[in-house]
């Protein structure tokens, strides 16, 4: 960049000449990650495009498992799912491709490299106005737009006047009805079943990957990445189909072992980044006191790995409880979890009391990971230390 400036390239020209043929395989293998995402997506296309009649992959496979929609033809949704499957392993390969390729454009050294700062100048308070409108229009108009909902009775459009029809019936009636008060339960148990299973597998395969000098033990790494590419609708029936005539079916524990497999990868990913942080001094200090393989796993990488771990574990314990997928497709009586409820009064129609619902579970949701996140960085960085 400074040989392009120096050049006399202005900043459009070293844009296109030299920072963006540099950044082409971190931008194409993201592209590709994204395209698998959306191709998995599920509660947008089935919550606000199923009444539209916009049909998507992901919403055709769920009405085709689904009574209340028509004949039930599980065979055609597999056939579906294959489609859905196929293409996201293509994809993935792909993208696993590109990432062997990117050492090819390393060029970032370790010696007297310091990352060059660009005065934006007159687009300065632009650029702070666009970031802060991003913000106030993702999490920060959707939690007040389902408040407002929430508060006025009906529903009409937030103005000065409708303030004062303003009221909390709709929580006290949310909150009081008995197969919510279940949901939050069932809620409650599945996401923290699944995020705790879901780092301590992670924590045994990332160090098992890492540093097991088993032969073939770095393809439990590949192996655990492997439900990234498989849609979370696709994953939902084939637990549904192998698990139909089984004790587990129709328990909250089936979506929990769904969420499980859907979100190792990203426990894999997160615990891994430490692993390789944690000096093996650690290990060998460990087996020279007499302790074996399990004793030095137990008693010396978790503790290491606590904040990484709970960062992870709150990463899961939030997907988990917003994950909309498994609930659905995999709901009976008796599991019900807040978000297949919030769907339900969703469909009465009951608006205010899903929007009521929606706010609890934004709120208690955040206070958690707030006090999760404060903790795991109260503890401070424990990885990357030697045996001294």
Same mark, same amino acid.
């Given at each position: 960049?400074?040989a ?21 395989p ?11 995402l959306?191709?998995?997506v ?15 992959l992901?919403t ?10 028509g004949?039930v033809?599980?065979? #055609? ?11 996201g ?5 792909g993208?696993f491709?590109i ?18 700062r660009t ?8 650029a ?7 913000f106030? #229009?993702?999490?920060g ?21 409708a ?12 909150l009081g ?11 409650v148990?599945l ?18 990957s890492q ?5 073939g ?5 590949q ?46 990913r ?9 000096h093996k ?10 302790a074996?393989?399990l ?9 290491? #790995? ?5 960062n992870?574990?709150a ?37 205010r009391?899903?929007?009521?619902l929606?706010?609890?579970i ?7 990971l ?7 960085g ?11």
């Amino acid at each position: 960049d400074e040989a392009a400036t120096t050049s006399g390239a202005g900043v459009f020209n070293r844009l296109r000449h030299v920072t963006l043929p540099l950044v082409f395989p971190g931008l194409a293998a993201s592209f590709i990650f994204f395209t698998v995402l959306l191709i998995q997506v599920f509660e947008i296309p089935v919550a606000i495009g199923l009444k539209a009649g916009i049909p998507v992959l992901s919403t055709h496979i769920f009405l085709l498992t689904q009574p209340l929609y028509g004949t039930v033809q599980y065979s #055609l949704a597999a056939t579906f799912s294959l489609i859905a499957l196929v293409t996201g392993i293509l994809l993935m390969t792909g993208y696993f491709l590109i990432l062997r390729r990117s050492r090819q454009f390393e060029v970032l050294g370790g010696k007297g490299y310091r990352a060059a700062r660009t005065a934006l100048g007159r687009w300065k308070y632009p650029a702070l106005v666009f970031v802060c409108g991003i913000f106030l #229009l993702s999490p920060g108009l959707v939690f007040l737009i389902l408040l407002w909902t929430a508060l006025a009775p009906p529903y009409v459009a937030p103005s000065w006047e409708a303030l004062s029809t303003l009221s909390f019936t709709a929580f006290g009636e949310a909150l009081g009805n008995f197969r919510v008060v279940q949901s939050i339960g069932n809620t409650v148990i599945l996401v923290v079943t699944s995020a705790t299973v879901t780092m301590l597998l992670a924590s045994l395969v990332a160090w098992l990957s890492q540093r097991s000098q088993v032969r073939g033990a770095h393809f439990l790494d590949q192996v655990a990445f492997m439900p990234l590419s498989m849609p979370g609708i696709v994953v939902s029936l084939a637990l549904a189909l192998l698990l139909a005539r089984t004790p587990i079916y129709g328990t909250i524990w089936i979506i929990a072992l769904g969420h499980v497999i859907y979100f190792l990868p990203f426990g894999v990913r997160t615990i891994s980044s430490a692993v390789v942080q944690i000096h093996k001094e650690q290990e060998e200090a460990g087996a020279t006191s007499g302790a074996d393989k399990l004793g030095i796993f137990q008693r010396i990488i978790l503790p290491l #790995l606590i904040p990484a771990w709970l960062n992870g574990w709150a990463w899961v314990l939030g997907h988990s409880m917003r994950d909309f997928t498994f609930p659905l497709m995999l709901q009976t009586t008796q599991n019900a979890v807040v978000a297949t409820m919030i769907w339900e009064l969703w469909n009465q129609p009951n608006t205010r009391g899903a929007a009521a619902l929606s706010v609890v579970i934004v709120v208690l949701l955040g206070v958690v990971l707030f006090l999760v996140r404060r903790f795991a960085g109260r503890m401070g960085p424990t990885v990357g230390m030697t045996g001294r």
